[in-house]
């Protein structure tokens, strides 16, 4: 067992072939720096709570392809990235500081397949970005590749 | 005014105002902000002191938008997932996802180009090199 702790300091214990899905705790194991508990200053226990649930499920992941559980596998997966672009984001964040490339993988296709077909403006309003571009840069930016924004299928709706 | 809506009404102005206020305090840029907020509280109704204690007190709480705080390098990661077309529309989006498509790692080129364009297929390539940026 392994104990994790996140930045608002509560601990987690999950089993050590869960928890070396991830590259960078399965370094300091090997290095022996993982004695006691391990804390994670830039997760916060909802987001790490998530990433745990991951890598529990897919402890057996090779076992998995052999007993036929694939399937099982995938419709966990596609429940598990149906969250909010904000813990979405926290997400990929935990996954990319924690090294767990197939959490990473999975979350960054979602963010992509959320994206795609949409607008300019539905992507602003979705992921609250606020536009720094003046209207000149970005007029320069759309002369530069005229193509990109052709077509018909843009999807202004915003969800 | 109540204090309970006055804090929605004023997350809602600055949202308006396009005023991102945890990222200004956060920053270095202490004196700046303080004549931005001097300006912007005579623009809106609130008194400056108010909105000082208000925004003193939601600092913790108040998070800047969802893909605001994500860096540069992961908002490229996801944009390599999308079609290049699809990337670059996504560059118009604000100056850091602009700033992410520019070394975007998954390069497209349609063969076919007319002779003179391969030049800009070599400087292409070129800069990618010389920034060592990985394709």
Redesign the interface.
Known sequence: MVKLKSNDDKEFEVEEAAVIQSEMIKNMIEDGCATSVIPLPNIDSKTLIKVIEYLNKHINMGKAAETGEEDDLKEFDEQFVNMGWEELFDVIMAANYLNIHELMELCCQSAADRLKNKSVRAVREMLKITNDLTEEEEQEIINDAPWAFEGPEIDDTVN | MRENDSGLNLLKITRKV?W?FPKELGGNCRSETESRLASFAEKSEYKIRLFKVWLHKNKKNS?S??????PGC?IQ??????SF??A????????T??QAWLTLPNLEFKVGYPKGKAKIVDNIMEKYRKGKIPI
Not at chain 2, 65 to 70: F, M, N, R, S
Request: glycine share 4%.
């Open positions: 396009r991102n998070r938008a969802p893909a605001d705080i994500l992961l990661y996801i944009l390599g997932y999308l077309k699809e670059t529309k996504m560059s118009v989006v604000s100056k996802w602009f």
